[in-house]
């Protein structure tokens, strides 16, 4: 059974940056569009970015021109800067459209002074 494995997350001051990375288990990355989606408290999850087979890159726009997907045949990364409180969350790796077995733990980004 394949399982997703985030990590990267911190606590980092606004402006700074993170790089979160996504490792699989099982062989998912290749044949499917891979995303990082976010979650707070009280809120639903939403999709920051996601990226292609062929490396085609989405945003949203609350993260455009500051954060980065990247993958390799390992891992899925998010290059996260210029970080703002309010991207504050949970993040999680997941395919698009996201399967409900595939969520993993996430990793923790808190953004404060």
């Known amino acids: 059974q394949v399982h997703l494995v985030e990590s990267g997350g911190g606590l980092v001051q606004p402006g700074g940056s993170l790089r979160l990375s996504c490792a699989a288990s099982?062989?998912?990355?290749?044949?499917?569009?891979m995303g990082w989606y976010r979650q707070v408290p009280g809120k639903q999850r939403e999709l920051v970015a996601f990226?292609?087979?062929?490396?085609g890159t989405n945003y949203a726009d609350s993260v455009k021109g500051r954060f980065t997907i990247s993958r390799d045949n390992a891992k899925v990364y998010l290059e996260m800067n210029s970080l703002k409180p309010e991207d504050t969350a949970v993040y999680y790796c997941?395919?698009?459209?996201?399967?409900?077995?595939?969520w993993g733990q996430g990793t923790q980004v808190t953004v404060s002074s």
């Open positions: 099982g062989r998912i990355f290749g044949a499917n569009r």
């Open positions: 997941n395919q698009v459209p996201a399967l409900s077995h595939l």
């Open positions: 990226i292609t087979t062929g490396v």
